[in-house]
């Protein structure tokens, strides 16, 4: 993980990604699922479930019940967790629960049931990491030229980062889903996917690769929703800083180096606004001269 992600990225991911399953079915992810009416908050009272969330709770449309979960690795005690937490959710909501658990990464094989008896519980595996990203991304590129990408191909944008790739690199994958997001009809739907997109890219990518894509498409709003929501460390010390670190990433990997006085002029600045304009400098400036001579413009 990049070391300017804040520890609490991933329940920021959840957050903008949970925004892009409403109103949709979950088609992107191979499975048949009627369409999400809503999102459900996912704590629960009991003490010995606080201590261990969970990642999507969703009402569908004919009334049941789907529990959503992204792991990046196989771990036989969490079926037990997802276990408990299900016979938790029947119990208060007392409504039919289906489970599914997406499996990033290499991850290719998995359990999915627990037999205990009288009890006996099945969840449905999906592997994103086998499903083909390229041909994925043909599709939406051409759909993309067609001019038929609509709001609801946001969540498929997203979980585009996440599948295999041969034909590109992983960082060539992410910055064909930006440009993909930047063609969305909407604003709304446009800055939530890309800030998805960046999320869950960042378990995949160096420091340096993530900066670089401040360089890719129109992505400042993402970035901005990422810094206001504490995303880049230095919120304890304000804003301001986590726009300061964008601007210095974005630097950093457009050109071979960034002279220490430079850095420092970058890191001194607090106006929100000035660092804004600073960034789309550093986004669309032809050399880093061209930057230093716009600082004041």
Same mark, same amino acid.
């Given at each position: 993980?990049?070391?300017? *992600?804040?520890?609490?990225?991933?329940?920021?991911?959840?957050?903008?990604?949970?925004?892009?399953?409403?109103?949709?079915?979950?088609?992107?992810?191979?499975?048949?699922?009627?369409?999400?009416?809503?999102?459900?908050?996912?704590?629960?009272?009991?003490?010995?479930?606080?201590?261990?969330? /969970?990642?999507?709770?969703?009402?569908?449309?004919?009334?049941?019940?789907?529990?959503?979960?992204?792991?990046?690795?196989? !771990?036989?005690?969490?079926?037990?967790?997802?276990? *408990?937490?299900?016979?938790?959710?029947?119990?208060?909501?007392?409504?039919? @629960?289906?489970?599914?658990?997406?499996?990033?990464?290499?991850?290719?094989?998995?359990?999915?049931?627990?037999?205990?008896?009288?009890?006996?519980?099945?969840?449905?595996? /999906?592997?994103?990491?086998?499903?083909?990203?390229?041909?994925?991304?043909?599709?939406?590129?051409?759909?993309?030229?067609?001019?038929?990408?609509?709001?609801?191909?946001?969540?498929?944008? &997203?979980?585009?980062?996440?599948?295999?790739?041969?034909?590109?690199?992983?960082?060539?994958?992410?910055?064909?889903?930006? !440009?993909?997001? &930047?063609?969305?009809?909407?604003?709304?739907?446009?800055?939530?996917?890309?800030?998805?997109?960046?999320?869950?890219?960042?378990?995949?990518?160096?420091?340096?690769?993530?900066?670089?894509?401040?360089? #890719?498409?129109?992505?400042?709003?993402?970035?901005?929703?990422?810094?206001?929501?504490?995303?880049?460390?230095?919120?304890?010390? %304000?804003?301001?800083?986590?726009? &300061?670190?964008? #601007?210095?990433?974005?630097?950093?990997?457009?050109?071979?180096?960034?002279?220490?006085?430079?850095?420092?002029?970058?890191?001194?600045?607090?106006? %929100?606004? @000035?660092?804004?304009?600073?960034?789309?400098? &550093?986004?669309?400036?032809?050399?880093?001269?061209?930057?230093?001579?716009?600082?004041? %413009?």
């Amino acid at each position: 993980m990049p070391s300017d *992600v804040a520890p609490q990225a991933h329940d920021i991911v959840l957050k903008h990604l949970s925004q892009l399953f409403v109103g949709r079915t979950l088609e992107p992810l191979g499975l048949d699922t009627p369409v999400v009416s809503a999102a459900v908050p996912t704590e629960l009272p009991e003490v010995s479930v606080r201590a261990h969330t /969970v990642d999507y709770l969703f009402e569908l449309a004919d009334g049941t019940m789907l529990h959503l979960e992204f792991q990046s690795g196989r !771990h036989a005690a969490e079926l037990i967790r997802f276990l *408990v937490y299900d016979a938790l959710v029947f119990q208060r909501h007392r409504r039919q @629960v289906r489970t599914a658990v997406v499996y990033t990464g290499r991850v290719r094989r998995a359990d999915d049931r627990v037999a205990a008896g009288s009890l006996q519980y099945q969840v449905e595996n /999906v592997y994103l990491g086998a499903m083909d990203g390229d041909a994925a991304l043909a599709d939406l590129e051409r759909r993309r030229r067609e001019g038929a990408l609509w709001r609801e191909d946001a969540l498929a944008i &997203a979980l585009t980062v996440l599948k295999r790739f041969t034909g590109r690199t992983r960082l060539e994958a992410v910055g064909a889903a930006m !440009h993909m997001a &930047a063609a969305l009809p909407d604003e709304q739907s446009r800055t939530e996917c890309q800030a998805s997109v960046l999320g869950l890219a960042q378990q995949y990518l160096s420091q340096s690769q993530f900066g670089a894509l401040a360089g #890719v498409g129109d992505v400042s709003k993402a970035l901005d929703r990422m810094i206001e929501e504490g995303w880049i460390r230095g919120r304890a010390e %304000g804003k301001a800083e986590g726009k &300061a670190e964008a #601007v210095l990433l974005a630097l950093r990997e457009r050109f071979d180096s960034v002279p220490a006085p430079l850095v420092a002029r970058v890191s001194r600045q607090r106006d %929100g606004d @000035v660092l804004e304009r600073w960034l789309a400098l &550093a986004i669309k400036a032809p050399s880093l001269q061209a930057f230093e001579r716009g600082l004041d %413009g």
